[in-house]
């Protein structure tokens, strides 16, 4: 009869291998390393993070999933082209998360509150398109992290991720943001004074003029036109 193993616990690891390949095929996305329309492959990404293809592929098959990418037959997974009715699901969706996060918050957005005014400051001074999504995103987070229902703040990092592309090819063709400034700053004052249900209106009102924009923008060109980087034509590339 052979000796049993002596009872042990695993060996902890900072974060899971699977999930930490996906958060970093994710940054690639979100930091406009893939525009929309590239290609991603299993073998190539495996190589470049010295990991096997079974967490790339899973990680590729969710983000297929979450309708970040597309299988393509004997090529990969593509960053699914821009598209006006897809933006016009997402963005109201992504504005009902949010609000009912902030609404559910209440008090545990009180320590966030000083955060959250620093990081407009930084904000707003951002000149580069992917370090403001990037801010934008982070500031967005802080705010509905606090409702403590991790499965809505799930939700909403995956829309996020899902508009990742049309936000990250808007803001770098169209570079005025004083409006969105404005209403981050409307968001927080009713959050100062305690008003979490104008902020969570306020919110929603945010995310609706973002949607406009964004399908106004993407209305200058048929989805079929827009080139790799998601820009329409030289010729009409005007602000919405």
């Known amino acids: 009869m052979s000796p049993q193993a002596p009872p042990t616990d695993p060996i902890p690891r900072p ?3 699977r999930a930490a390949v996906y958060a970093r095929i994710v940054a690639l996305i979100v930091s406009a390393e893939y525009r929309p329309g590239s290609v991603l492959t299993e ?3 495996s190589r470049a993070m010295g990991v096997s293809r079974t ?3 899973e990680a590729l098959l969710r983000l297929e999933a979450e309708g970040v990418l597309e299988s393509t037959l004997a090529r990969g997974f ?3 082209a821009l598209s006006r009715s897809e933006a016009a699901e997402l963005y109201p969706i992504l504005a009902a998360l ?3 996060a902030v609404q559910n918050a209440g008090r545990n957005l009180k320590p966030a509150l000083g955060t ?7 904000l707003e001074a951002c000149t580069d398109a992917v370090g403001r999504w990037q801010l934008d995103t982070a500031w967005h987070t802080t705010l509905t992290s ?3 229902n991790r499965r809505l703040a799930g939700l909403i990092a995956q829309l996020r991720t899902s508009l990742s592309r049309y936000e990250l090819a808007y803001m770098q063709q169209v570079r005025s943001r004083e409006e969105a400034d404005r209403q981050h700053r409307e968001i927080l004052s009713a959050l100062e004074a305690g008003d ?4 969570a209106s306020l919110l929603t009102e945010h995310w609706h003029d973002g949607e406009q924009l964004i399908l106004g923008w993407l209305a200058q060109s048929e989805p079929a036109s827009l080139d790799a980087a998601g820009r329409p034509p030289r010729a009409i590339a005007r602000r919405p």
């Open 55 to 57: 967490p790339v592929r």
């Open 196 to 199: 979490a249900g104008r902020a």
């Open 78 to 80: 593509m960053l699914r």
């Open 43 to 45: 073998a190539a990404l």
């Open 146 to 148: 606090a409702c403590g």
């Open 15 to 17: 974060e899971p291998l």
């Open 116 to 122: 959250l005014r620093a990081a407009l400051g930084e």
């Open 98 to 100: 949010e609000a009912v």
